[in-house]
């Protein structure tokens, strides 16, 4: 009797979805009345489509989420186009996925998960939308990128984001008056964690200026050509501290840096005090 009892446990299925429709599973959310992308019995392969809305038991669901997981290591998906009802991207959502190479985001993303893309390889470009707000912690981590645009919308980077990016060249903080906190969770903050192992050629800084971004980040700017101060460098003090930032940063440290820009229609000559003369 007890090696039936084993046998059957055994050759039972255990479902992680509540349902499926059109072969991607699903959660149900009774709360929100709503439901959530998860992973069935199959993994995704090729190209996946989500849509912005599904019918289960007779009631109309949207979807808002991706789940913590749901794509996990789906190493055959190649591209998923996410509707605007996706609102959140949950922690490891498409980690290991190293063959996507195209998402389309939801214009109305606010939040993106812990570890979401690491290992994405094939990823060479993602648009991330004005709605998001925040990015977790090695959430792009050993990915393909070539370049990156954060919008202006966002506030928080958690730590390691972009490390290990290691073809990442050219960096985008939009203009915005809000101050970005770096490192949220566990590790630290500054360039020199949330951009790791990464040696960028152009830099555009849209933020005001705080001492932790620049200070000490010298492998960061080991290779860097070219850096863009935005609209938000106003003030002389905004300059001076910009100043002592980056002398820090680059004195006696790179040869690179070729060129400083500012966006700014009252910018303050900062190239002889930071940089010897190198601009």
């Not at 949207?62 to 949950?90: H, W």
């Not at 998402?103 to 690491?118: L, T």
């Amino acid at each position: 009797a007890l090696l039936f009892v084993l046998t059957m446990f055994t050759n039972l299925k255990v479902f992680s979805y509540d349902f499926k429709v059109n072969e991607i599973y699903y959660n149900y959310n009774p709360s929100e009345q709503t439901a959530i992308v998860t992973f069935g019995d199959e993994k995704y392969s090729g190209e996946v489509v989500i849509p912005s809305s599904i019918t289960y038991n007779g009631r109309q669901l949207d979807i808002k989420s991706i789940g913590y997981k749901a794509f996990y290591q789906c190493t055959e998906l190649r591209s998923v186009y996410l509707p605007n009802s996706i609102v959140t991207i949950s922690d490891e959502a498409f980690r290991g996925c190293e063959t996507l190479d195209s998402i389309k985001m939801s214009d109305y993303i606010e939040e993106i998960g812990e570890e979401v893309f690491v290992d994405c390889r094939s990823m060479r470009s993602i648009n991330l939308p004005n709605s998001l707000r925040s990015i977790g912690m090695y959430a792009f981590s050993n990915t393909g990128l070539k370049s990156i645009r954060i919008p202006k919308s966002v506030i928080s980077i958690g730590g390691a984001a972009y490390a290990g990016c290691t073809d990442l060249k050219t960096i985008v903080f939009e203009d915005s008056n809000e101050i970005v906190i770096f490192g949220t969770g566990t590790l630290g903050g500054g360039f020199s964690n949330i951009f790791s192992n990464v040696k960028p050629e152009a830099l555009y800084w849209g933020r005001p200026i705080q001492d932790i971004y620049f200070s000490g980040d010298y492998e960061f700017a080991s290779s860097m050509v070219t850096l863009t101060i935005g609209n938000y460098m106003k003030e002389q003090e905004d300059f001076e501290r910009l100043s002592e930032n980056l002398r820090g940063m680059y004195i006696d440290r790179t040869e690179t840096i070729k060129t400083v820009y500012s966006t700014s229609e009252n910018p303050m000559d900062i190239s002889e005090w930071c940089f010897h003369n190198k601009v």
